[in-house]
C-alpha cells in the first residue's frame, strides 16, 4: 500500500515517557474501513490469506486483540479478516501495517520474467507466501512481546516466502522495532532510536545502517549470504560494513511526502524545489534530528494530515504534488505509548477512519477493549454500496452529498466531510478545519482526566472504564460530525456566499460552543483504588509575584537557524536573582521564524505570576561573492537565501572605505542572486556591502528585520 509511516521518540515529545508512532494508508478515496474486536481462539486457530494460498495454524490460543479492517466487499466473499492494519492485543502489544517498500528487481525478479534474480518469491508456487493480509492479524493474535511478534513473522517469511515486501512497527510498553520484509525470504528488524525521528513514504532505500551482531538487531539466516553469493551485495562508505538498504532496494529520493514529512518536522533534507516539483535532495536519511524536542499528541496527528503548507512544495499551490494528506487516504492512526506503566493501559490508539486533513483522531485504550461503538459498524452490518464509484478512482462528490442510513456509521460520516470539504476547498477549508482541530484538542484535553482515572482504576474495573470511554469518545464525535456533515450539504446546495463555519464553532474561543463531554462520562460509575492517608503537610508560604521581574536575555537579537531558539535568560526580582527551575520556568513562542520572539517566564515555588520578554530573530547575513566593474557601473553578486530566510536584499555601496554617504539599493525577492549599480562615476574605487531582509507581520503590521551587513568588497569602475 502506498502509505506514510512516522515515528517520534519519547527523547523528543513535549509529555515524559511518551512516544508515538503511526500510519497514513493511502489506497482509494472511498474506501471504508471496519473498526472492531477480534476474539481470543483456542488452540490450531487457522490464519488464511485472501491474497495468496497461505494458511499457518496456531500452535497455542490466540489473544484478543482490536484491528482496522478493510470491507470484505473490497477483497471477495467471506475475506472479513482482510488486513488487520492497525490494533492493539490484550498484552499491549500494538502493531500498524504495512508499509509497502519496493525492492530491486535484481533481489526479487517478477513473477512472470525469466530474470536471475538473487531471492525472489517462490518459483514453484508464487502465491504461497505470507504478505501484507495477514502479518497485523498474526502479530497481534500469537504475540507477549514485540519482539515476540517480530520474530515469529520472521521465521515465517523465512519458512513460506513473502508474497510482498513491506516494513511494519511493532511495539509494546517498553520498546519499539521497525520489522522489514527485504526479499522472498530475507528480513531484518531492529529497535527503532530513542534520539532520532523518522518519515518513510514507501521507500526502502532511505539511508540506514545497522550493526548485525548487535544483539537488538535480528535478521535472517541469509541476509549478507544470499546478495553476497550472487554479487548484489553492496557495502557502506568504509567498504567493509554492508549496506542493507542499497543491497535490497532502489533509491527513489525525490519524494514529496518524505520531503513535506521532515519539512513538517523542521527538518529540512538538503530539497530544492521549484514549481511543486523537486530538484534536489541531498540527506535522504531514514532517521534524522527534528527541529523540536517537544512534539505534542495533537501535532502528532496532524502529521498525517500535512500537505507541505507554505512550502515549495504545497499541495494546495500545485496540484501535482503527492502530498501525506491526500484526497486518497483510508484512515490514519497514532499510537502513544506511555513507559513505566501498566502494559494495558500504556498504549492509546488515536484512531481516524478516513482521511486525516478533515476528521478527528478519536482515543481508544484497545488493549483492554471488548468491544467498538454501533457507530463503527461491522462486516454484516455496514454496506460498502455508499464508498461510490471510489475504486474507479474518482472521489464521488455526488454520493457524499447524499444522505442516507449510512450517515448513522462514523466511517461515512467522515468519508463523506472529507470528500465534500476536500473538492470545495476554496470556501469550505479554513472554517472546517478550525472546528475540527478544536474538536481534537478538547478530545485530547479532557483525556487527561480519563487518563487519571484510569491509573486509580483496580485491575478488574480497568476493561469497563476502556469500553465506556471508548464508546463515549466515539458517540460524542459521531454526532458533531454528523451534524456538521449535515450543515455542510446544505451549505453547498445553497449560494455559498459566505465560507462555511459550523455553528458548533466559537470563532472568539477557537473552541466548541457546546463543549464535549467525554471526561466526565467516561468515568461515570467506575471504582477507584481507596487513597492512602495523606502524610502531613508543611505550612505554605503565599507566593511573590514575578510579574514586576527585570527578564534580561543575553543579546536582542539572534540569528534565524531554522530551528527552535531558546535564549537564555536572567530573572531579577529586586536585588534579588532568581533561580531556574526552582523559581520559575520559562517557555518560548513564535521562536523558529524570523521575527518577534517571546520568553515568558512562570513563576514557581515561592513564586507566581509571570512576565514576558521580547527577542528579535534576524535572518542570516549574506556576503558579496563577486563585484564586476563596468562603465559607469558595477554588477553585484550574492548566494541567494531561500523565502524562509529573506524577502530580499540591500546593497550599499560608496566611494568611501569608511561608508560615509553611502547609497543603499533595494532587490526585492529571495530568489534575486544579482544586481547591476548605475550611475557610478568613471576611474572611482567603490566599496560595496550588503545584507539580507525578511519582511513578516507583527502586531498587524508589515516590519522588516534585517541581517547585519557584509564585509565591504572593493571594485574599480571603468
Known amino acids: 500500500l502506498a502509505c506514510t509511516q512516522v515515528w517520534m521518540p519519547d527523547s523528543l515529545t513535549q509529555e515524559k515517557n511518551t512516544w508515538y508512532y503511526g500510519r497514513a494508508e493511502d489506497g482509494g478515496y472511498r474506501g471504508v474501513k471496519i473498526f472492531g474486536v477480534e476474539p481470543a481462539h483456542e488452540k490450531g486457530f487457522e490464519y488464511w490469506s485472501g491474497e495468496s494460498s497461505f494458511r499457518w495454524a496456531s500452535p497455542t490460543p490466540t489473544y484478543r486483540y482490536t484491528y482496522v479492517r478493510d470491507h470484505q466487499d473490497n477483497w471477495g466473499e467471506g475475506c472479513t ?151 548484489a551485495l553492496e557495502y557502506c562508505e568504509d567498504g567493509i560494513t554492508p549496506d542493507i538498504a542499497k543491497t535490497y532496494f532502489s533509491e527513489g529520493t525525490k519524494s514529496t511526502r518524505y520531503a513535506m514529512g521532515r519539512l513538517y518536522f523542521g527538518s529540512n533534507p538538503g530539497m530544492t524545489a521549484a514549481n511543486g516539483k523537486i530538484t534536489a535532495l541531498t540527506d535522504p536519511a531514514l532517521f534524522f534530528k527534528p527541529g523540536e524536542n517537544d512534539y505534542t499528541t495533537f501535532e502528532m496527528i496532524r502529521s498525517l494530515a500535512t500537505r507541505g503548507e507554505g512550502t515549495e512544495i504545497d499541495a494546495n499551490k500545485y496540484a501535482d504534488v503527492d502530498a501525506i494528506g491526500k484526497d486518497w487516504s483510508l484512515e490514519t492512526h497514532i499510537f502513544e505509548i506511555k513507559r513505566n506503566t501498566d502494559p494495558q493501559a500504556a498504549t492509546l490508539l488515536w484512531l481516524a477512519l478516513s482521511r486525516d486533513e478533515f476528521s478527528v483522531a478519536i ?42 442510513d449510512w450517515d448513522q456509521y462514523l466511517p461515512y460520516v467522515l468519508m463523506d466531510i472529507n470528500t465534500l470539504a476536500y473538492n470545495n476547498r476554496a470556501n469550505v477549508a479554513t472554517g472546517l478545519r478550525a472546528y475540527l482541530d478544536a474538536m481534537q484538542n478538547e478530545l485530547i484535553a479532557q483525556h487527561d482526566a480519563v487518563e487519571a482515572q484510569m491509573l486509580k482504576t483496580p485491575a478488574e474495573a480497568k476493561s469497563k472504564l476502556a469500553d465506556q470511554a471508548a464508546d463515549v469518545a466515539a458517540e460524542q464525535t459521531w454526532e458533531k460530525c454528523y451534524t456538521v456533515l449535515q450543515e455542510l450539504r446544505s451549505y453547498l446546495e445553497g449560494d455559498q456566499a459566505v465560507p462555511f463555519v459550523p455553528s458548533d464553532y466559537n470563532p472568539a474561543t477557537k473552541g466548541l460552543a457546546k463543549p464535549m463531554t467525554y471526561a466526565v462520562e467516561a468515568v461515570k460509575g467506575i471504582p477507584s483504588i481507596p487513597e492512602q492517608p ?185
Open 81 to 231: 479478516n482482510a488486513y488487520s492494519a492497525a490494533g492493539v492485543n490484550e498484552n499491549g502489544v500494538s502493531c500498524s501495517a504495512t508499509l509497502s517498500v519496493y525492492p530491486k528487481v535484481s533481489i526479487v525478479g517478477y513473477y512472470d520474467d525469466d530474470y536471475n534474480y538473487v531471492d525472489g518469491w517462490d518459483s514453484n508456487n508464487p502465491d504461497s507466501g505470507i504478505g501484507e493480509y495477514n502479518y497485523a492479524s498474526i502479530i497481534l493474535g500469537q504475540s507477549k512481546t514485540a519482539r515476540e511478534g517480530v520474530e515469529l513473522i520472521g521465521s515465517l517469511v523465512e519458512q513460506y516466502g513473502a508474497l510482498s515486501n513491506d516494513q511494519v512497527i511493532v511495539s509494546d510498553s517498553k520498546e519499539s522495532w521497525l520489522l522489514m520484509v527485504l526479499s522472498g525470504h530475507q528480513w531484518l528488524a531492529f529497535q527503532l532510536p530513542e534520539d532520532k525521528a523518522s518519515v518513510n513514504p514507501n521507500i526502502g532505500g532511505l539511508d540506514f545502517q545497522v550493526d548485525l551482531k548487535d544483539p537488538n538487531v535480528l535478521h535472517s539466516k541469509e541476509i549478507i549470504s544470499k546478495p553476497s553469493k550472487n554479487g
Open 363 to 404: 482515543p481508544n485504550y484497545s488493549a483492554l477493549m471488548t468491544k467498538v461503538n454501533k457507530h463503527y459498524g461491522d462486516v454484516n452490518s455496514i454496506e460498502s454500496a455508499h464508498q461510490g464509484s471510489s475504486w474507479d478512482w474518482k472521489d464521488d462528490v455526488n454520493a457524499a452529498k447524499q444522505a442516507g
Open 534 to 718: 495523606a502524610k502531613p503537610t508543611t505550612p505554605t508560604v503565599t507566593a511573590a509575584s514575578i510579574a514586576k521581574a527585570k527578564v534580561a536575555t543575553a543579546k536582542a537579537s539572534y540569528t534565524y537557524t531554522g530551528k527552535a531558539i531558546k535564549p537564555k535568560v536572567t530573572v531579577k526580582l529586586g536585588s534579588k536573582t532568581l533561580k531556574a527551575g526552582t523559581d520559575y520556568t520559562v517557555a518560548y513562542k513564535a521562536n523558529k521564524k524570523i521575527g518577534k520572539a517571546t520568553v515568558t517566564v512562570k513563576g514557581k515555588g515561592a513564586y507566581k505570576g509571570t512576565v514576558a520578554k521580547s527577542f528579535k530573530i534576524v535572518p542570516k547575513k549574506t556576503a558579496v561573492s563577486k563585484v564586476k566593474g563596468a562603465k559607469k557601473a558595477a554588477t553585484v553578486k550574492w548566494k541567494k537565501k531561500s523565502s524562509a530566510q529573506a524577502s530580499g536584499y540591500q546593497i550599499k555601496y560608496s566611494a568611501k572605505k569608511s561608508m560615509k554617504s553611502a547609497k543603499v539599493k533595494t532587490v526585492k525577492g529571495a530568489g534575486k542572486a544579482s544586481a547591476k549599480l548605475t550611475k557610478l562615476k568613471s576611474g572611482k574605487k567603490y566599496y560595496v556591502q550588503m545584507r539580507t531582509y525578511k519582511t513578516v507581520k507583527v502586531g498587524g503590521k508589515t516590519v522588516k528585520y534585517y541581517s547585519g551587513w557584509s564585509a565591504a568588497k572593493a571594485v574599480r569602475v571603468k
